[in-house]
């Protein structure tokens, strides 16, 4: 008892293993978050820039986004990581030594499916209940920042619009938006009027509270259409505009609260939907979102097998294509639970038919990858000789066992 009770403490080959791993793991992490963000971070900044909006709105929303892109990211780190370092091992023949002195591959796969384990943890964690909230408040930002259309900080030649009735310009604007030349303001604020501004300068004054923020105008001229009556004009040194720093917002609610769409919910909000209900949502919409989020986490630790056994290549074996049917593999496998996902949403298939049955073959798959690459049933069936039998000592390596002979 105690004997196997310290075999399954990390030894020696164990931390070796481990300590391998995690600069490859960091690295393929970081460079598929930042392909993953790429694209949307240029959508954004469009978006953000049309609008006027800071760049404080602009770090929300990307933290807003890692939640949902990690989820995508973390197994192909995994997968890619797990993949260099028995390729690497392999290449420099570390894997024919361990099997030669009787370490299997499976022994050898045990801290990464171990590693794999964990990260299946967090990733319960991530999909079932950190991503929902990310994902509302990512649609809730992106729905005011989109619609505020106002920012204080202004730049040369954009048009900001603090309200649907206050549109703002300037052909020059410099210090960090605070000053500004050839100023050209349009107020509709009053219906039975309209006032054309314009000044040969201008000073922005942002308030530390939620005052109205001031507007200094310098040598400029007001030009007011009563529509009915001929314009009036005014020239003026100085005058002072005034306008809340919210704009839009003063009249703009919340869109709607969180759980109006079954991805913002958690998986104990999904459970309780199934059983009572909830409005507005489909029944068959909340368990497929479950039996998804629960198929793409248990199929995490089955990774590392899949890697371990593309990653060995054969005797003077130079290429081997490995890590492209890795990533056709899982590729697949999560475009077949996207397809399973929908079947079950709009069609009222069973789950366990079109969500757990590719599971089930894909985690299948990976166990029988590594079995073959081992030898097969046959070499894990084949009875050992007792003059080669073989214990691993306590660091996790090989210690010859001697026939005990009366």
Not at 163 to 177: C, I, P, Q
Not at 375 to 400: K, T
């Amino acid at each position: 008892m105690r004997r196997g009770l310290r075999g399954l403490m990390p030894g020696t080959l164990d931390h070796y293993l481990l300590q391998q791993v995690i600069p490859p793991f960091s690295i393929s992490l970081g460079v598929v978050m930042a392909a993953l963000l790429l694209e949307r971070l240029l959508a954004l900044f469009n978006l953000l820039a049309s609008n006027g909006s800071s760049m404080k709105t602009f770090v929300s929303l990307l933290t807003d986004l890692v939640p949902h892109y990690l989820g995508l990211a973390l197994p192909a780190a995994m997968c890619v990581s797990v993949f260099s370092v028995i390729r690497r091992m392999s290449q420099n023949h570390e894997i024919d030594a361990l099997m030669a002195s009787g370490v299997s591959m499976f022994r050898i796969a045990r801290p990464f499916i171990v590693v794999g384990t964990v990260l299946g943890v967090l990733s319960f964690s991530l999909y079932g209940f950190i991503q929902p909230y990310a994902r509302y408040n990512y649609r809730s930002a992106l729905y005011f920042a989109s619609h505020s259309g106002w920012t204080p900080h202004l730049q040369s030649h954009m048009f900001a619009a603090p309200s649907h009735d206050l549109m703002l310009t300037a052909e020059k604007v410099d210090d960090a938006g605070s000053r500004m030349f050839k100023v050209f303001i349009r107020d509709n604020s009053n219906h039975d009027l309209t006032r054309y501004i314009t000044a040969r300068k201008g000073y922005l004054y942002i308030p530390d509270n939620d005052e109205k923020i001031r507007l200094d105008l310098i040598d400029g001229t007001i030009i007011t259409d009563r529509h009915d009556k001929n314009p009036s004009v005014i020239h003026f040194d100085h005058t002072t505009e005034l306008f809340s720093p919210h704009g839009q917002l003063d009249k703009m609610k919340a869109n709607r609260t969180r759980g109006q769409t079954e991805r913002e919910l958690t998986l104990p909000e999904l459970y309780h939907g199934i059983r009572h209900g909830i409005d507005g949502i489909r029944h068959s919409y909340l368990v497929a979102e479950l039996h998804f989020r629960l198929a793409r986490t248990v199929a995490i630790p089955f990774i590392p097998l899949l890697a371990c056994a593309l990653a060995v290549m054969a005797k003077r074996q130079k290429r081997s294509l490995g890590l492209p049917i890795a990533a056709v593999a899982l590729v697949g496998f999560d475009h077949t639970l996207q397809m399973g996902l929908s079947l079950v949403a709009n069609v009222h298939m069973s789950p366990l038919l079109v969500i757990w049955l590719p599971t089930l073959v894909f985690a299948t798959c990976c166990v029988w990858a590594l079995v073959w690459r081992c030898g097969g049933l046959r070499i894990l069936m084949m009875p050992e000789h007792p003059s080669s039998r073989r214990e691993l000592s306590p660091d996790g390596l090989p210690r010859r066992v001697q026939d005990a002979r009366p």
